[in-house]
Structures are given as structure tokens and as C-alpha cells.
């Protein structure tokens, strides 16, 4: 009998709870009869297919989280802990990934490792058994079927989104499978995408709309297989696999096969608008909206603006209303919790907050005015010395007058952060209680958890997640991590619209003033009205991606977006601000210096086109398969 190993890192307590997912078989090894011989092992073997997603936003997380321009930790942990940094700092090479996607083994220690192509191979298992298993109710059979095709679309997406054109796999490859068949080349990047979509069409023909029971959360849905597809074709209409010849022109299989179609097609974002819609209206009409807390109802316009924005991530236990898809995980949020807070002590302390996340400043300056626009649009803005100290206020005008947005997410000196269910006032110059340390009157760089920019990060810490200094012990507010959500798909329909007629139509504005009402915005009409109208070609477009960032700040979407509009290469090497923060009175902090003159990782921020657009296939996969090619620049 054909054995298989379970991989049972199931779907961590989908439920916010105790679960006994981890019980599939004695010693983790089953034959394939074990495994489907009743609905009760086929269902943990369900768990195990989820469990290869793994835990996207621990502190130790790959790049899409912190390898952007919007947020990052402070520079003394290392690699081995912050796997992002092998890409800021060029240590990515075919022999040493820290992110390998491909097989669970071979990355550095501390590296991110994920076999998505065994969870492929476990899904087409379930597809091939499942009839066998006995009196399976017609719930199951339909819903299984659903979820297995979904996560063998999500595990070929996530890895066409690093790698770009991947190895598909659309069937279960026996174990006496023939090299040819073992041994696949690289499948054409089109072609990826319309098979990754299609297994999304098949699971949205089987899945729910929604899971009506709390304790499944977490699982596929028909909105989730919508909203993937949306963002799958999203990404394959941008300029970075859109007829890109400057960096795949030379991509092809040892056949000459060409990998990447060079020839731009205006009717991908025509296809990536209809997919948005599509995902909009099946959303909407399945109950999904953004989420507003009732409890915000009486405050005024702005205020309701800050809290609803702040409140739609750290609220809910899960926020079923808006995220179509989410990552419970308690531990994930804990941590990120805990290396976001302020410091609430001193001395120095490495129990409680850690201060280890920070944000930088093309995120801050990216923000809009109170009036919805652009820092350098807006009339009460334009042309001012926004890095002047205000002294009746106690910071600096670039803090002064933003929008909603801003406030519930960054916190910075003589700012606010609600934590430890009171509000702290930020007192962050050099020395102070959320400054950087000093000793004997200078910084202490022996000292790990310091604010290296001058910003901190607000949008993840809940008011009333709280540290005991007594018992040295965290009493969080868990809540689930949105992987996709409403929000984005308006966006997305906003972006593919423009680029694609060239103007925003009836219904961009429409999804444009949802996402702005939400956060207590004005209509994008009534912001541009004060510039004198809305803007139209390159200046529009930037428009557009500023709304995306500014509503998608630190959820991970940095890292994707300024990669697929080949803006990553600008945005990377760009001078990033930061306050001095080893400055002791305003004079001194409140002074314009180079994040790079507080980092204290031994290497220097780099980034290098074509290469770092992509991540390379590791060296130990093309040396089992020889008919992989490898990305350009590696």
C-alpha cells in the first residue's frame, strides 16, 4: 500500500479555540485507506492540506509584509529572524533563500519554508478518494471537492506571485511516475494564470458563499475563490508580466520555450475588471460590506473615521462582514501586538512591548490631508515646511492635519497610542520613556527594541491588549489576519477601470467614495474640487495607487504592489526620511536625517532590476530538476 505522510501543522485552532486537529493518525503515517476510510479522517486530512499554508505574519515573515517601503523592524535583529531582510539587503541568492516556497527544506535557520507542491499533491489526493469514503454526506462531498481546488489554485498563485512562471501540477503524479512527468519544466506564465483561475472557477462551483459556522472560519469560501481570481488577474494585466520584454524578453525553458508573453494586451485589465465585479456583486449580494463598528455611530465624522478604520482589523474576533478570506492564528497577532506596542517602563526592559516595528516614512508621507488629498495638492498643505516643529501642537506639521487613516494606524511624538485600555501620549525624543535609550548621554546601540524612524505602528494593537507588569504576562485581543478583503476588491475594479479606459466611470467613483466613506473621507469629487478637479493620465494613476497603499498600509500589499507596477526598483532605493531620533529636544529630533544612519544591519539597502523583482529557484530545485530555468539576475 501506497503510504503518505500527514504534515500535520493543521489550520491553528480555526476556531479561536481548543481543536484536536493534530490527532490524524498514530506516529503522523497513514496508508491512503486510513485516511479516507470514514468523513472523520477525511475531514482531518482537510487540516492537513490547510496546514502547509503556514504563518504569513509572524515577526519571522517573509518579505511581502516587511520587504516594501511602508513599515519595517528595527535594524539589530538579524536575518535569522527577519527573513525580510534577506531581500532590503540583496542576501537573497539561488543557493541561500531565505524564502523557499518550493520544499520545506534547505532555507537558512530562521528562513521561511513552505512545500506547497506536497499540500498540491495531498489536494489531488482528496480529489481522487473522496468518492471512496463511505456514506460521505453530499455537504461534504461538494464542499471538500471545493476546498481542494481552491487550495491547489492558492498554492500555484502564491508561488506564480515570487517566482513568477512555475511548474503546474494538475494532477496527482504517482509515485512511479516517469522522469518526463517528475521532471517538468517551467509552465508559461499565461498559462499559469488562466489554469490557477480555472481551479478557482471549479471551487467557486462547489464552496459556500460564506461559512455560517464560527468554528470553520478560516476555510475556503465561493467569496474567497472570487476575490483570489480578481486578484490573480489583477496582477497578471500589470506592467510587470504584461508585455515586460525589458526583463523577460530572455525568459524561456531550454526549448526555447518563451516563458513570458513580451507583447502588451490592454484586454487583461478588461479581464481583471469584469473578475472584480464579478467578486463584487456575488460579495455584496451574499451579505459582505465594509465594516463599520456600531458603537462608533454617535461620534463625529472624523473621529468615527479613526475608529472604524482602526476597528475593522483588531474589532472582531473575526470579521466575517468584510475579510473574505482570514488567517486566525492567535499567536500570529499576539506577537505582532507585542513588537508593535510603546514602551511603558524604564529602564530598558526586554519583558512586555518591544517596540520592534516601525513605520517609515514614504508610508507617512503617502497618507493624505484631512481633505483627502495628497500632501502636495492640498492647498492647506502645498508648499508649507511640513518638517518644521510646531510648538503649540508638540510636533511636527507633518503630523498635523491628516487623514483618518493616518491616526488609526501611526502613532509619533506628541501623538496618541490607545494601549493598555488607556491613551498614552507619545513621548519619543531621545531618552524619554519611548525614545531611543541613551547611556551616559548617548544612544545605546547595545539595546534591541528602539523606534529607528521616529514613527510607531498603531493599526495592529487593540486599546484594551494590556501587559502585566507584575505577572510579566500579555492579556491580548486576538483577531484574525485579513488575507483579502472587500476593500481591495474596489480598489482593484478603480485600478483596472483606469487602466484600461484611461478615466474613472460612474462605478469607479461609486467603490472609490465606499473606501473613503468608511474612514471619514471626503468624496473623491469633493477632495479634488479643492485642487482644482480631478486629475487625469500619469498623475491620476499615482493618485489611484496612493488610495490603494493608503487603505492597504502594512497588510503585506506594499510589497506586491510596487513589484507588479515595476515601482519597486524607484521606491527601494528612494531617500528614506527619519526623524533623529537620537536627538534629546525638538531642535535636534525634529531634524531631517537618513534612515540609514540609525540602521545597524551590516549590509546596505539595495535592489537590483531585474533580479530582485522575483525570487530565485533555489539552486538545490534545479539541480533535481534540470529542466528548471532560473529567474534573470540569479
Not at 527544506?105 to 468518492?131: E, F, K
Not at 478615466?503 to 471626503?522: M, Q
Given at each position: 500500500?501506497?503510504?503518505?505522510q500527514?504534515?500535520?501543522?493543521?489550520?491553528?485552532?480555526l476556531?479561536?479555540?481548543s481543536?484536536?486537529y493534530l490527532?490524524?493518525v498514530?506516529?503522523d503515517?497513514?496508508?491512503?485507506?486510513?485516511?479516507?476510510?470514514?468523513?472523520?479522517?477525511a475531514?482531518?486530512?482537510?487540516?492537513s492540506?490547510?496546514?502547509?499554508i503556514g504563518?504569513?505574519?509572524?515577526?519571522w515573515i517573509?518579505g511581502?509584509i516587511f520587504?516594501?517601503d511602508?513599515?519595517?523592524?528595527?535594524?539589530?535583529?538579524?536575518?535569522?529572524?527577519?527573513?525580510?531582510?534577506s531581500m532590503i539587503?540583496?542576501e537573497?541568492?539561488?543557493?541561500?533563500?531565505?524564502h523557499?516556497f518550493?520544499?520545506?527544506t534547505?532555507?537558512?535557520?530562521?528562513?521561511v519554508?513552505?512545500d506547497?507542491?506536497?499540500a498540491?499533491?495531498?489536494?489531488?489526493?482528496?480529489?481522487?478518494n473522496?468518492?471512496d469514503?463511505?456514506n460521505?454526506?453530499?455537504?461534504?462531498?461538494?464542499?471538500?471537492q471545493?476546498?481542494?481546488w481552491f487550495?491547489?489554485?492558492?498554492?500555484?498563485w502564491?508561488m506564480?506571485e515570487?517566482?513568477?512562471?512555475?511548474v503546474i501540477v494538475d494532477?496527482?503524479i504517482?509515485l512511479?511516475?516517469?522522469?518526463?512527468?517528475?521532471?517538468?519544466?517551467?509552465?508559461?506564465f499565461?498559462e499559469c494564470?488562466?489554469?490557477?483561475?480555472?481551479?478557482?472557477?471549479k471551487a467557486?462551483?462547489f464552496?459556500?458563499a460564506?461559512q455560517?459556522?464560527?468554528?470553520?472560519y478560516?476555510?475556503a469560501?465561493?467569496?474567497?475563490?472570487?476575490a483570489?481570481?480578481?486578484?490573480l488577474?489583477?496582477?497578471?494585466?500589470?506592467?510587470?508580466?504584461?508585455?515586460?520584454?525589458k526583463?523577460y524578453?530572455?525568459?524561456?525553458?531550454s526549448d526555447?520555450?518563451p516563458?513570458?508573453?513580451?507583447?502588451?494586451?490592454?484586454?487583461?485589465?478588461?479581464r481583471?475588471?469584469?473578475?472584480a465585479q464579478?467578486?463584487?456583486t456575488?460579495?455584496?449580494?451574499?451579505?459582505?460590506?465594509?465594516?463599520?463598528n456600531?458603537?462608533?455611530?454617535?461620534?463625529?465624522?472624523?473621529e468615527?473615521g479613526?475608529n472604524?478604520?482602526?476597528?475593522?482589523?483588531v474589532e472582531p474576533?473575526?470579521?466575517?462582514?468584510?475579510?473574505l478570506?482570514?488567517?486566525?492564528?492567535n499567536?500570529?497577532?499576539?506577537?505582532?501586538?507585542?513588537?508593535?506596542?510603546i514602551?511603558?517602563i524604564?529602564?530598558?526592559?526586554t519583558?512586555g512591548?518591544?517596540?520592534n516595528?516601525?513605520?517609515l516614512f514614504p508610508?507617512?508621507?503617502s497618507y493624505f490631508?484631512k481633505?483627502?488629498?495628497?500632501l502636495?495638492?492640498?492647498?492647506?498643505t502645498k508648499g508649507?515646511n511640513l518638517?518644521a516643529y510646531n510648538?503649540?501642537?508638540?510636533?511636527?506639521?507633518?503630523?498635523?492635519?491628516?487623514?483618518?487613516?493616518?491616526?488609526?494606524?501611526?502613532?509619533?511624538?506628541?501623538?496618541e497610542?490607545?494601549?493598555d485600555?488607556?491613551?498614552?501620549?507619545v513621548q519619543?525624543?531621545?531618552?524619554e520613556i519611548?525614545g531611543?535609550?541613551?547611556?551616559?548621554?548617548?544612544?545605546?546601540?547595545?539595546?534591541?527594541?528602539n523606534?529607528?524612524?521616529g514613527?510607531f505602528?498603531r493599526?495592529?494593537?487593540h486599546k484594551d491588549t494590556s501587559?502585566d507588569?507584575s505577572?510579566?504576562?500579555?492579556?491580548?485581543?486576538?483577531?484574525a489576519?485579513?488575507l483579502i478583503?472587500?476593500a481591495?476588491?474596489?480598489?482593484?475594479y478603480v485600478e483596472?477601470?483606469f487602466?484600461y479606459t484611461g478615466?474613472?466611470g460612474?462605478?469607479?467613483?461609486?467603490?472609490?467614495?465606499?473606501?473613503r466613506?468608511?474612514c471619514?473621507?471626503?468624496?473623491?469629487?469633493?477632495?479634488?474640487a479643492l485642487?482644482g478637479?480631478?486629475?487625469?493620465?500619469?498623475?491620476l494613476r499615482?493618485v489611484?495607487?496612493?488610495?490603494?497603499?493608503?487603505?492597504?498600509?502594512f497588510?503585506?500589499?506594499?510589497?506586491?504592489?510596487?513589484?507588479?507596477w515595476?515601482?519597486?526598483?524607484?521606491?527601494?532605493l528612494?531617500?528614506w526620511?527619519?526623524?533623529?531620533v537620537?536627538?534629546?529636544t525638538?531642535?535636534?529630533?525634529?531634524?531631517?536625517?537618513h534612515w540609514?544612519d540609525?540602521?545597524?544591519?551590516?549590509?546596505k539597502?539595495?535592489f537590483?532590476s531585474?533580479?530582485?523583482?522575483?525570487?530565485?529557484?533555489?539552486?538545490a530545485?534545479i539541480?533535481?530538476n534540470?529542466n528548471?530555468?532560473?529567474n534573470?539576475?540569479?
Amino acid at each position: 500500500m501506497k503510504k503518505i505522510q500527514i504534515i500535520l501543522l493543521a489550520f491553528a485552532c480555526l476556531m479561536f479555540g481548543s481543536c484536536n486537529y493534530l490527532d490524524v493518525v498514530p506516529d503522523d503515517t497513514a496508508t491512503l485507506e486510513d485516511a479516507f476510510k470514514n468523513e472523520e479522517n477525511a475531514q482531518k486530512f482537510i487540516y492537513s492540506i490547510y496546514g502547509h499554508i503556514g504563518n504569513m505574519n509572524r515577526y519571522w515573515i517573509p518579505g511581502q509584509i516587511f520587504g516594501g517601503d511602508d513599515c519595517i523592524t528595527n535594524s539589530k535583529g538579524t536575518t535569522r529572524w527577519f527573513a525580510y531582510k534577506s531581500m532590503i539587503y540583496g542576501e537573497e541568492t539561488a543557493n541561500t533563500t531565505y524564502h523557499n516556497f518550493m520544499r520545506a527544506t534547505g532555507s537558512p535557520t530562521g528562513g521561511v519554508s513552505y512545500d506547497y507542491y506536497t499540500a498540491i499533491r495531498y489536494c489531488y489526493m482528496l480529489l481522487n478518494n473522496i468518492n471512496d469514503i463511505p456514506n460521505i454526506s453530499e455537504q461534504n462531498l461538494r464542499e471538500w471537492q471545493g476546498e481542494a481546488w481552491f487550495m491547489i489554485g492558492m498554492y500555484h498563485w502564491w508561488m506564480l506571485e515570487f517566482y513568477g512562471p512555475i511548474v503546474i501540477v494538475d494532477h496527482e503524479i504517482s509515485l512511479n511516475a516517469s522522469e518526463e512527468e517528475l521532471y517538468a519544466p517551467r509552465t508559461p506564465f499565461d498559462e499559469c494564470v488562466n489554469f490557477i483561475a480555472d481551479c478557482f472557477d471549479k471551487a467557486i462551483t462547489f464552496l459556500p458563499a460564506r461559512q455560517q459556522n464560527i468554528k470553520w472560519y478560516g476555510r475556503a469560501t465561493a467569496a474567497a475563490a472570487y476575490a483570489f481570481k480578481a486578484r490573480l488577474l489583477l496582477f497578471a494585466a500589470s506592467p510587470l508580466f504584461n508585455g515586460n520584454a525589458k526583463f523577460y524578453a530572455d525568459l524561456k525553458n531550454s526549448d526555447g520555450t518563451p516563458l513570458v508573453n513580451t507583447t502588451y494586451d490592454a484586454e487583461k485589465w478588461k479581464r481583471a475588471m469584469d473578475a472584480a465585479q464579478q467578486a463584487i456583486t456575488f460579495c455584496e449580494e451574499n451579505g459582505y460590506a465594509l465594516y463599520t463598528n456600531p458603537a462608533n455611530a454617535t461620534m463625529d465624522t472624523f473621529e468615527r473615521g479613526v475608529n472604524n478604520f482602526h476597528d475593522f482589523l483588531v474589532e472582531p474576533r473575526f470579521n466575517d462582514i468584510e475579510f473574505l478570506w482570514g488567517y486566525p492564528h492567535n499567536n500570529s497577532q499576539e506577537e505582532i501586538q507585542r513588537r508593535s506596542g510603546i514602551r511603558t517602563i524604564q529602564p530598558y526592559s526586554t519583558n512586555g512591548w518591544m517596540t520592534n516595528f516601525q513605520v517609515l516614512f514614504p508610508a507617512v508621507e503617502s497618507y493624505f490631508t484631512k481633505n483627502g488629498l495628497p500632501l502636495e495638492d492640498d492647498p492647506l498643505t502645498k508648499g508649507r515646511n511640513l518638517y518644521a516643529y510646531n510648538a503649540l501642537e508638540g510636533t511636527a506639521e507633518l503630523n498635523l492635519n491628516r487623514e483618518p487613516r493616518f491616526y488609526a494606524c501611526v502613532s509619533y511624538d506628541g501623538g496618541e497610542f490607545p494601549m493598555d485600555g488607556t491613551v498614552y501620549k507619545v513621548q519619543a525624543k531621545a531618552g524619554e520613556i519611548h525614545g531611543y535609550t541613551m547611556s551616559g548621554g548617548s544612544p545605546d546601540m547595545t539595546k534591541e527594541y528602539n523606534c529607528e524612524t521616529g514613527y510607531f505602528l498603531r493599526k495592529f494593537i487593540h486599546k484594551d491588549t494590556s501587559y502585566d507588569q507584575s505577572t510579566k504576562a500579555f492579556a491580548y485581543h486576538n483577531y484574525a489576519w485579513p488575507l483579502i478583503r472587500m476593500a481591495e476588491l474596489y480598489l482593484s475594479y478603480v485600478e483596472a477601470e483606469f487602466e484600461y479606459t484611461g478615466h474613472l466611470g460612474i462605478t469607479s467613483l461609486e467603490y472609490l467614495n465606499l473606501v473613503r466613506e468608511r474612514c471619514g473621507l471626503p468624496t473623491f469629487q469633493q477632495s479634488w474640487a479643492l485642487a482644482g478637479g480631478i486629475p487625469t493620465g500619469d498623475k491620476l494613476r499615482q493618485v489611484l495607487h496612493a488610495e490603494r497603499n493608503n487603505e492597504l498600509m502594512f497588510e503585506g500589499h506594499r510589497y506586491r504592489d510596487m513589484r507588479r507596477w515595476m515601482d519597486a526598483e524607484k521606491c527601494m532605493l528612494a531617500e528614506w526620511k527619519c526623524w533623529n531620533v537620537w536627538g534629546s529636544t525638538a531642535a535636534d529630533y525634529y531634524t531631517i536625517k537618513h534612515w540609514e544612519d540609525f540602521d545597524m544591519h551590516e549590509g546596505k539597502r539595495t535592489f537590483e532590476s531585474p533580479r530582485h523583482y522575483l525570487l530565485p529557484i533555489p539552486l538545490a530545485e534545479i539541480q533535481i530538476n534540470p529542466n528548471l530555468v532560473q529567474n534573470p539576475g540569479y
